[in-house]
Structures are given as C-alpha cells and as structure tokens.
C-alpha cells in the first residue's frame, strides 16, 4: 500500500512539472520525456524525481519497453530522434547500463544494425531510436552532449552486482573538433570517398 502512495506522488509530481506521458505496466513504471536534454542532465532529471533512466537487460523488459512505446504512441518518429537510455561506454571502452554496472547486450541484444560504431570515438551513451532498415525500435551509440527525450523507470528493487562508476565527467566534453558535414554539399563528400578509392592511372 505505502509504494502504491509513492508511486502516485510521483505521477502528480511529473504531472506538475514535466508536460510528459506516464503510465505503469505490470512490474514497473515508465516515464517518457516530452523535453529534450543531454544525457547528463537526463539522469539527473530521472534521479530528482525519484527514478532512473531505463536499463534493459533481457529479452522480457525489451518487450515491456517496447509495448509502452507503441502503446503510447510514444516511438520516436524517425531514425533522426530518440531517447535516452541509461547505458554509457565506460573509460574502459566496454558499454554497461548506469546503476546496474551490467555489460550491454549479456543477457539481449537490441542493437541497431552497424551499431555501436562509436563515431570519431566520442560516442559513449546510449539511444533507443527508430532503425528504419529493419522496421524495428534499435540501440544506437551517441554523443553525450547532444540533446534528446529520455525514459526513466522506477529503481530497481534489486540491482545486479556489476561496475561502479562514479565520475561521469567524461562524458560531458564539448564536441568542437568535429567535421560538420551537415553544410558540406554532399557531391563534394562523394567526390572525396571516389578519390580515396580510386585507383591511379600509371
């Protein structure tokens, strides 16, 4: 009785303050951010309210997740949006869930397809995103400063015994030294791979 009085002075509390959607599934609650921020701030975000960003580790939690998500209408609308997860890559390169200190993808692999391809070796946190090849809801590496929605779940009753990490600055770095393709005319990205590839006349 007395975690049910919790868990409804929860709800009112992100019902006053986030505009957002929120509903209970049969073994924990979801919460699904409508504001973006970066991962960092994420957690932070979960952890004031009394939560956690979400950890999956296996194959029965994926599918809760997944049927909140659909359910709720709430699956990001393009391969270009996501939310964020609680997994990080940590300074040893391996990629666990934040709180369980579990390694991802033990127990499930939700990868989408290429990932994690830790691009320019800066992407160490984690998204759910829409991997549109395989019509399916995927796992994707991402740069931590990059702002997204978040899911948070309730704490774990029961968390698994696994790696402690606790300085997370590394994460917070500025991605300043990176090509912004985004302005470069995409012929001039073709005719650069063309030229790297090409084999010269002799």
């Known amino acids: 009785m007395?975690?049910?009085?919790?868990?409804?002075?929860?709800?009112?509390c992100f019902s006053?303050?986030?505009?957002?959607?929120?509903?209970?599934?049969?073994?924990?609650?979801?919460?699904?951010?409508?504001?973006?921020?970066?991962?960092?701030?994420?957690?932070?975000a979960c952890s004031k309210a009394g939560l956690e960003l979400v950890s999956i580790l296996n194959t029965k939690e994926q599918t809760f997740l997944e049927t909140f998500l659909r359910e709720y209408q709430l699956v990001p609308a393009d391969r270009w949006s996501g939310y964020w997860l609680s997994g990080i890559r940590y300074p040893n390169g391996t990629l666990y869930w934040d709180?369980?200190?579990?390694?991802?993808?033990?127990?499930?692999?939700g990868w989408a397809r290429g990932e994690p391809s830790n691009a320019y070796q800066e992407e160490h946190c984690v998204e759910l995103k829409l991997d549109e090849r395989a019509k399916r809801l995927g796992w994707n590496d991402?740069?931590?400063?990059?702002?997204?929605?978040?899911?948070?779940?309730?704490?774990?009753?029961?968390?698994?015994?696994?790696q402690n990490l606790n300085d997370y600055s590394?994460?917070?770095?500025?991605?300043?030294?990176?090509?912004?393709?985004t302005h470069v005319p995409i012929i001039n990205l073709i005719l650069e791979e063309m030229?790297?590839?090409?084999?010269p006349f002799v």
């Not at 007395?2 to 009112?12: E, Y």
């Not at 006053?16 to 960092?40: G, I, R, V």
């Not at 709180?99 to 692999?109: A, F, L, N, R």
């Not at 917070?172 to 393709?181: A, S, Y």
Request: net charge negative.
């Open 142 to 162: 991402y740069f931590c400063v990059e702002e997204r929605k978040y899911l948070c779940q309730t704490p774990r009753k029961e968390v698994p015994v696994g």
């Open 16 to 44: 006053a303050c986030f505009k957002c959607e929120f509903a209970e599934t049969s073994d924990k609650t979801y919460f699904a951010s409508k504001e973006a921020l970066n991962w960092t701030d994420a957690k932070n």
């Open 2 to 12: 007395f975690l049910k009085i919790v868990l409804l002075l929860i709800v009112a």
């Open 99 to 109: 709180k369980t200190g579990t390694e991802i993808g033990e127990e499930v692999d």
């Open 195 to 199: 030229s790297r590839n090409q084999t």
């Open 170 to 181: 590394y994460l917070t770095g500025k991605i300043e030294d990176l090509p912004d393709v």
